[in-house]
């Protein structure tokens, strides 16, 4: 059984550039959260989808926008990216089904440097 | 405000050294804490997840216990391959069940 896969593991970029990153959710999962983990801190919650659609938002600004497709996988896209961005990008699925008390797996996550 | 606090940023013992990290937090109600534990470069594992206080639960050689105000991982002989960071979550009562609260981690280091 897969567990959280998300892809590329490792990008560099540089300020200005926009970047999309992926995620698929472990099997029998139906929803997905982002959450961004810079050095030394814990992970800050970005949004979450299900059934296509952001369900609730952390405070990030409207450069990071994101997307759910019919196979429940995603992406999260950050445009304008600023040096301040730099951080383990981290995707978490769960089941709608488990609510209220969401046990979350995080996949590997993926390393965004902004140079 | 929710807010997690967790202490102490750092801790170092010799392997076989019992100890406890500390993880207090503020909610408007709590729906669930959670403890993960991650290694560098890796995302957070999943360990466990307190509903109520009093509750305990037990994996190895972690025993998470959980009050009103605090939770706690007592770890029980340690060995090197507990090196980690231990991160608490908490879930709020109030609002969306997505979101979750973090702390910034307890990063344990065992000596062999």
Redesign the interface.
């Known amino acids: 059984d897969a567990g959280?896969t998300q892809s590329p593991t490792h990008l560099i970029k540089t300020r200005g550039q926009q970047v999309t990153l992926r995620c698929s959710p472990k099997s029998g999962h139906d929803?997905v959260?982002w959450?961004q983990q810079a050095l030394?801190?814990?992970?800050?919650?970005i949004f979450?989808y299900?059934e296509e659609e952001e369900?609730?938002r952390?405070n990030f600004p409207d450069r990071f926008s994101g997307h759910q497709f019919p196979n429940y996988s995603s992406e999260l896209n950050v445009n304008a990216l600023l040096l301040g961005d730099s951080a383990?990008y981290?995707c978490?699925s769960t089941s709608r089904g488990a609510?209220?008390?969401?046990?979350?797996?995080?996949?590997?996550?993926t390393?965004l440097t902004v140079l | 405000e929710d807010q997690?606090t967790q202490s102490p940023e750092a801790l170092r013992l010799q392997e076989g050294e019992s100890s406890s990290l500390n993880c207090s937090y503020t909610v408007s109600g709590l729906?669930?804490l959670?403890w993960?534990r991650q290694d560098p470069?890796?995302?957070?594992?999943?360990l466990f997840?307190l509903?109520s206080a009093g509750e305990e639960k037990e994996k190895e050689r972690l025993k998470a216990t959980l009050t009103k105000k605090e939770s706690f991982l007592h770890i029980t002989a340690p060995k090197p391959e507990d090196s980690a960071t231990y991160?608490c979550?908490v879930?709020p009562q109030k609002?969306?069940?997505?979101?979750?609260?973090?702390?910034?981690?307890t990063r344990l280091s065992i000596r062999p």
Do not use: D, H, M, W
């Open positions: 959280v929803t959260s959450y030394g801190q814990g992970p800050q919650f979450q299900y369900r609730q952390g383990l981290l978490a609510l209220p008390y969401n046990e979350q797996f995080f996949g590997p996550g390393r | 997690v729906r669930g959670f993960y470069g890796k995302g957070p594992e999943f997840t509903y991160l979550a879930q609002g969306s069940a997505s979101k979750i609260i973090f702390g910034s981690g």
